[in-house]
């Protein structure tokens, strides 16, 4: 069940089918961000997406959805979709992985010969041979071999943002300019026009003696045998271009996504009321396939002649939107999603999202954290706003910079330190701190440039990350440690991005050059990634136990245990892409990582369930529950059990075996959530245990 997201806390229902049964699977909670190809085969109506590839049958309305996994869709950036008539198979392009092969029920997929290639269009001859326009070259593919052409380019750009194919077996590109070329030859003919293009334009066959070209500010010529004779500017930039059955060549246009359609240059607008339009296809019977960008919503739209409407639902999962900046554990052993549009909280038991927040006129929200039965968020143009019985505040106005706020944790006393680009400041839940130079504080706290904010409970420490270097703030004073100042900080690898802290209270720093610094409480130590570039950033860091989950913005995830780095990346994983924002680990142990493309992914990293419909659930319970640290289980049937139980960090901390009722001590533990796996030979059940 799917509803759309609520504003001010209202409830969200939404079912996830996250059935991971065996270990390290993986499993990704993104939505499609927009069509980019719809192609009719037979029944079905097959749509490339940013997002994915999903097929609908028209006539049953059954509407399937392809994951990225070893044997699968090998990328969710899926350009193209084209069938081979001649075999059946579908064919699919994407831009960062080459073409893949569908036969029905495996998939083969077809890297480029060489790396960092990214599709711009693909055609296929009636022989079942592909053409390809990259931004490496012009590739022919047959019999599972490339062949490339122009591999220089005919730009700095590339050598064809576009294809077309003619029956001679030359080709019509567009390039800065409109060409053909003859593969056969190796010989090259640029098209005389009174029009250029820097980038993204598009050629369109009517037949094989006129064409058109469009560039990428809107200007479209029109060639007949190798001639201009008419040029005419649109709306917008083009997108695509097609002819209807009656002869209109039709034009979809970036200008607001509308659809228009060129008559004697006359551009007709249809009906927007369903979205922004990103792709459409007519059909030899005039109906239209639309794909529409609707409130975050992406949605296919038929149009039948008599214009009878089916809207065509596309969103998958309950994930508010794909440009995920933050996951982090709730106060109750869940987890609370940051992303572009708002605040989520997934419940890990239910595999669900159950609440959403989202602030009227404030799309943009970098942090969030629960205090005191309160939400607080942290934007970078509205400052500190809090939710409390159903209504948004804003706070810090008039005190803390314009800039806004970007993120914050919470010490031990329960003050709220907030960092923004260029101050420092602590909320103690009535009014501000502002920590600049002007106040008392050391010069260099001017134009920091805070990246992130840790509150280390255990020596009652706050440390910033800056582009100055690790900023620390303990008994009132503040200090400095960089390469310049402090033994163990690498030179050059002082300007940091994010900090975290693992279970035996170790800080780490991530750097923006793919730097590791961490301080055991006395001394620092630092190390690089392993392919450490100049402009890498360390995003974000977690832990396991003893393993360590690095994030950087190009190279996905590193996994560092016994003094050895492993590389998770798109190329030798699920892992849906390597801009990977935020890393998280949940009470069961899995690692979820957000990125700005395709959402969440959740890497099962020990074999443990993420759904508790993949074992039968069992009669356990525990009480009291709240308790001052000694916990009862009771197992309903006559039955053996084990019990584990662990922190949120995943850590285990201890794990017995008993038969019907069993008594947990936790009074040596830190007050807060804790998750008691229950263990029988006829299921299992998780408990969360909450320690006051």
């Known amino acids: 069940m799917e509803k759309t997201l609520t504003k001010m806390g209202l ?3 939404l079912s996830l089918a996250i059935n991971i049964a065996s270990a390290n699977q993986w499993k990704n909670l993104g939505n499609y961000t927009s069509i980019t190809q719809i192609t009719p085969h037979g029944n079905n109506i097959w749509v490339a997406a940013k997002g994915g590839l999903m097929v609908y049958d028209k006539t049953t309305g059954t509407k399937t959805f392809f994951e990225k996994g070893p044997g699968a869709l090998p990328s969710l950036s ?3 979709v084209l069938p081979n008539m001649i075999t059946g198979d579908i064919w699919i392009g994407t831009y960062d992985n080459g073409l893949a092969q569908y036969n029905g029920s495996t998939w083969v997929n077809y890297p480029f010969p060489i790396s960092n290639v990214r599709l711009y269009e693909m055609k296929m001859a009636p022989n079942g041979t592909i053409w390809c326009a990259t931004s490496r070259g012009i590739y022919k593919f047959e019999n599972g071999q490339y062949t490339g052409y122009l591999l220089n380019g005919t730009s700095s750009n590339a050598a064809a943002w576009d294809i077309e194919l003619l029956s001679d077996g030359t080709l019509l590109c567009a390039g800065n300019e409109p060409f053909i070329y003859n ?10 026009t009174s029009t250029f293009a820097y980038s993204d334009s598009k050629v369109y066959v009517a037949n094989d003696s006129t064409y058109y070209y469009a560039s990428d500010h809107g200007d479209v010529a029109k060639f007949v045998n190798g001639v201009e004779v008419d040029t005419f500017h649109t709306p917008g930039v083009i997108v695509e271009m097609q002819k209807d059955v009656h002869g209109n ?5 970036q200008d607001k996504y509308l659809y228009t359609m060129y008559g004697t240059h006359t551009f007709v607008p249809a009906p927007d009321d369903f979205g922004t339009t990103t792709a459409f296809h007519i059909s030899n019977t005039d109906d239209l396939w639309e794909g529409i960008i609707n409130d975050n919503d992406v949605r296919l739209i038929h149009k039948n002649p008599q214009f ?8 998958r999962f309950g994930l508010n939107n794909n440009w995920v900046r933050k996951i982090k554990p709730t106060l109750d052993g869940n987890l609370m999603v940051i992303s572009q549009y708002g605040v989520q909280k997934f419940d890990v038991e ?12 404030q799309p943009n929200i970098e942090d969030a954290l629960e205090l005191n039965g309160k939400l607080y968020a942290a934007t970078p143009n509205n400052y500190l706003m809090v939710y409390e019985n159903g209504t948004w505040a804003e706070l810090g106005n008039g005190v803390l910079s314009a800039n806004g706020v970007d993120q914050m944790d919470v010490d031990a006393a329960g003050n709220i330190w907030l960092a923004g680009p260029n101050y420092i400041a602590k909320y103690d839940g009535s009014q501000f701190t502002l920590f600049n130079p002007w106040n008392g504080g050391p010069a260099y706290l001017e134009g920091l440039y805070a990246r992130d904010v840790h509150c280390d409970k255990t020596r009652n420490k706050v440390y910033i990350a800056s582009f100055k270097g690790i900023i620390e703030y303990s008994n009132g004073e503040f200090s400095l440690h960089n390469d310049t100042n402090t033994v163990g900080i690498m030179q050059y690898y002082d300007a940091i991005n994010t900090i975290s802290e693992d279970a035996d209270h170790n800080i780490y720093f991530g750097t923006i050059y793919g730097g590791i610094i961490k301080y055991d409480g006395s001394t620092y130590t630092s190390w690089l990634l392993p392919e450490h570039v100049g402009n890498q950033s360390v995003s974000s860091i977690a832990f396991v136990g003893s393993t360590m989950y690095v994030s950087d913005n190009l190279h996905g995830i590193w996994m560092y245990e016994n003094g050895q780095f492993d590389s998770l990346n798109t190329r030798n994983s699920p892992l849906t892409d390597n801009n990977v924002m935020t890393l998280c680990v949940d009470a069961k142990n899995n690692l979820w990582a957000g990125n700005l493309s395709y959402g969440i992914d959740v890497y099962n990293r020990n074999g443990i369930a993420l759904s508790v419909d993949e074992v039968p659930s069992i009669e356990a319970m525990a009480y009291p529950n709240p308790s001052t640290g000694i916990f009862n289980i009771s197992l309903g049937s006559a039955d053996e059990m084990e019990i584990s139980v662990s922190n949120l960090n995943g850590q285990e901390i201890t794990k017995l075996k008993a038969n019907t009722k069993a008594s947990i001590d936790l009074s040596n533990q830190p007050k807060g959530m804790y998750i008691a796996r229950v263990n029988t030979a006829i299921g299992s059940k998780n408990i969360k245990l909450s320690f006051h």
């Open 249 to 253: 060549l039709m034009l979809l246009t």
């Open 308 to 315: 009878a409407v089916e809207t065509i639902d596309l969103k």
């Open 183 to 192: 593969p056969n030859t190796n010989q090259l003919s640029v098209i005389p």
């Open 350 to 361: 239910q595999n669900t999202f159950v609440d959403a927040w989202q602030i009227d006129n």
């Open 11 to 13: 409830l969200l229902l």
């Open 78 to 80: 899926v350009e193209r």
